[in-house]
């Protein structure tokens, strides 16, 4: 069993940073994966950024250059900063662990850009 627990959402101006943050409790084994999906009002989940145990990253085109993905492993977590933020990238953000087989989610942390 893994639980996540997200933190440093808020509210930014465009163009502004955030740092979001997780911190895994449980068992997250060298073949996990982790990363963040984010949703919009009224628009469906979607992937943001994904990380594997061993550093392969993978982002949505829609936030290459201006968000960065990264995890420590040995105090089991995983981070997102983003840069550049736009209205756009408002939206609720969610941590996501996949590990043998399960995955797990976050309670969700708002993230909202606006001026």
């Known amino acids: 069993q893994v639980t996540l627990v997200e933190s440093g959402g808020g509210l930014v101006q465009p163009g502004g940073s955030l740092r979001l943050s997780c911190a895994a409790s449980?068992?997250?084994?060298?073949?996990?994966?982790m990363g963040w999906y984010r949703q919009a009002p009224e628009k469906q989940r979607e992937m943001v950024a994904t990380?594997?145990?061993?550093?392969?990253?993978n982002y949505a085109d829609s936030v290459k250059g201006r968000f960065t993905i990264s995890r420590d492993n040995a105090g089991n977590a995983v981070y997102l900063q983003m840069n550049s933020l736009k209205p756009e990238d408002t939206a609720v953000y969610y941590c996501?662990?996949?590990?043998?087989?399960?995955?797990?989610w976050g309670q969700g942390t708002q993230v909202t850009v606006s001026s």
């Open positions: 990380i594997s145990f061993y550093g392969r990253t």
């Open positions: 449980g068992s997250i084994f060298g073949n996990s994966f």
């Open positions: 996501w662990a996949s590990v043998i087989g399960s995955d797990y």
